[in-house]
């Protein structure tokens, strides 16, 4: 009896011991039941979705602000007078079927084998036909078909790339679709992502084709006034994701710099009636560039996440020239660039280029010496 009752106070305080550790381990390594009623939450999925109803909300704001901020009266159709293009050139046999390679080209997507195969038979087309005797003629020929060719991807582009409210909203619209980007809303394939970026890629890289064609045939002015034309598209440009961002940059320093170069040509001319108007029709085209692309060159990262000129060299050079470009405008036109200049580069925290600030401070030491006269 004694030792079946000792027996039993330490049989019972085990028993005792050993009920809270197994509740304990059992509290820690059950999950509570209503847990199982959801499935696990895939937070990348849900980041996703909460950055593309942000976006929504974004571009309904922007929808609702745009008409308090009416967009200035848009400037008068840039033209460019060319002696090359004639209408025959259009109806001919060589035309239609140059004209059928490029149209090829435009549709066939970068990843098929047949992409490479029209691109170079529409590259050698092009070149023998400079080759040609009289070159005059094919000359024409490639002139009026690339010209074509070009509006057309500015027209697809257009309609690749969504149109942000026009006016002053951009500036708004510009800085926050960065952000957006840079916090991982917009710049992935998916939900937040425009679904079409391959396909504005492509075209921006056969904008620049055609363009660098067309100077190869003395077209660069029609190039110019084509793209310093396409305003809405430089808008888009704005709120594009940087991979197209840097095609757009690309195809701009290019045709500014064609640009440049004819503004040179025509100071160099001999002054008379047709070289006056010749001249003020290149500094109106000169204008419209400044005035379409000169944002985007603000807001576009300068090699700050992808490279879009190869060297510091390079964007010194590109530097010069806008300099140079503002500097043959009058003097209300370029306090309207340079207006356009500070307040872009302002509101782009991410890039320093291209940094006009020497051009400004001249303008404003002219412009202290024209009010003391």
Known sequence: MDGSAKRRPASSAAASSLIPSFLDS??????????????????RLLRRLVFFFLSLLLRLILLLLSPLFPSPPSSAPVSYQRSS??????????????SRVLSVVSVVPVSSRKYQLARSLADRLLDENLLCFPAGRFQGINL???????AHAIRRLESVLPSPA?????????ALWSGLRRIGAVDEDGIGSAGSTAAAEKLVAEVLWLAQKMAECDGAGEAVV???????????????????????VRVSVFLFRQAHRLQAEVCHESHGEDEDERASSISHCCL?????????????????????????????????????????LN?????????????????????????????YTRWYAESRKQLLK
């Open 226 to 248: 084509r793209w310093a034309a396409a305003a809405s598209l430089g808008r888009s440009a704005l709120a594009a994701d940087p991979r197209i961002q840097v095609g757009f």
């Open 288 to 328: 419209s560039m400044l005035r379409t692309w000169l944002p985007l060159l603000c807001g576009a990262s300068s090699g700050v996440e992808m490279p879009t000129l190869s060297s510091s060299g390079e964007r010194a050079e590109m530097v010069r020239v806008l300099e140079e470009l503002i500097g043959r």
């Open 144 to 150: 009026s078909v690339l010209s074509e060719a070009l």
């Open 331 to 359: 003097w209300e036109q370029q306090e309207e660039v340079l207006a356009t200049w500070l307040d872009h580069f302002a509101a782009c925290p991410d890039s320093d280029w291209p940094n006009l600030d020497s051009c």
């Open 85 to 98: 293009i004639t209408d025959s050139c259009s109806s001919s046999a060589p035309a239609r079927a140059l």
């Open 166 to 174: 026009a006016g002053p909203v951009d500036l708004i619209a510009g």
């Open 26 to 43: 059992s509290m820690t390594n059950s999950t509570p039941p209503f847990l199982f009623l959801f499935p696990p939450v895939n937070w």
